[in-house]
């Protein structure tokens, strides 16, 4: 003999556990930085078979990362804005970096100065999903 409550129950019971998973999984939204910033003044002051390893150092501080390659010391500098978020299970994550570097030969001048800057602020996109919207 089958109860009335026990019937009206289960789905009653699955609604609320579906609903607590709901809750407790919940949304997060994380924001930082990595690497100092560095400004395009500082990067202009560099000059190529002019400026030395010693003169980068006092410009732009010691660099994160050297690289040898082909004779050749590497100045890495970077500086990374990281953005993420999540909504239940759904995450989104945007990484963007400003990247540097400075290219030393053998004798320890400047052969070559690259840089990159990050693109413009991103545009909006309704959150995890972009295709209905675009």
């Given at each position: 003999m089958k109860s009335i409550i026990g019937d009206y129950m289960k789905p009653f019971l699955l609604g609320m556990l579906i609903l607590n998973f709901l809750t407790i999984t919940g949304c997060a939204?994380?924001?930082?930085?990595y690497g100092e910033e560095l400004g395009q003044g500082d990067i202009t002051t560099i000059?190529?078979?002019?400026s030395t390893r010693a003169d980068v150092a006092t410009v732009?501080?010691?660099p994160d990362r050297i690289i040898e390659a082909n004779g050749r010391e590497i100045f890495h500098y970077y500086h990374y804005d990281v953005k993420s978020g999540s909504v239940f299970i759904f995450s989104r994550t945007n990484?963007?970096?400003d990247d540097t570097f400075v290219i030393l030969n053998g004798a320890g001048v400047v052969e070559e100065v690259v840089s990159g800057k990050r693109k413009g602020p991103l545009e909006f996109q309704f959150w995890p999903?972009?295709?209905?919207?675009r």
């Open positions: 939204f994380i924001r930082g930085n000059q190529k078979g002019i732009l501080g010691a990484i963007k970096s999903f972009d295709w209905p919207f």
